[in-house]
């Protein structure tokens, strides 16, 4: 059975931990209020720009207007752009999103990867140790986003991607991030970026498109709103795992604070044992030694 001062020792470590993730927890809790008002703020604007990009997009007339950003080309060359957090402490979050990411790889990629055409643009600084020790084509320079979140630095990550399609640097571009679902719930999701995704008709309706009056022209929709759209594509994907890393820290931390409370049960009881029993032999000492002196 330990000693007294061994007991004693753990349970200070224990409780000083308690403390650093119950205050931990209180931290995500008041960025993760902050980033979920963001993230429901962003929504029905980047949902509703990225359906209409999409309907333009395939309504407009090719012929006219040279849409660069909606070609779809035989995938030579493929950018994964993969959003991870800065850093750890937040459970599964990050090892859910490289799990993603390596099946994805696997089964859709691998020829790709094995022609060292399979590039990687990670964001937040897990990502991009954890692609850099593998062995993966990684762009650097973009993974500190997290630091200045906002969008003229989201921006700049989705100028590079756009770019290399445009360019055809990159045939095929995916965006692997969290989506936010509630504190407890994230949900790993796979977007295609470029080229736009056209809008599959649903059952029962009809297949012909829609005529648009484009103003000023349809020239200044693909100069102006389109790449817009894609820029704030990528900046919402950047705010829902903001949001999703928030949420799952909280959670990890408040499971961390609960098992710390267990285990400082646990550890009061067998000091208390130690205690009752360290006292018990000094009675039994005591008591034999008297009836020895006694007899004597």
Known sequence: MANLKEVKGRIQSVTSTQQITKAMKMVAAAKLRRAQERIMQMRPYAEKLSGVMQNVSSAVDTQMVDNPYGKIREVNSVLLIVISSDRGLCGAFNSNVFKYSRNLIGEKYAEIEASGNLHILPIGKRSLEYFSKRGYHVVQGYHDIFNHLD??????????????????????????????KNVATQIIKGEQFLPIAPILPKEGSSNSKIDFIAEPDEAYIFNEIIPKSLKIQLYKTVLESNASENGARMTAMGQA??????????????????????????????VGGAEALAQG
């Open 257 to 286: 604070t609960d098992n710390a409370g267990e285990l400082l049960k646990e550890l009061k009881l067998t000091y208390n044992r130690t205690r009752q029993a360290a006292i018990t032999k000094e009675i039994l000492e005591i």
């Open 151 to 180: 969008f003229d630095h989201a921006k700049l990550a989705a100028e590079f991607a756009m770019k290399g399609f445009v360019n055809q640097d990159f045939d095929h571009i995916e965006i692997i991030y969290n989506e936010f």
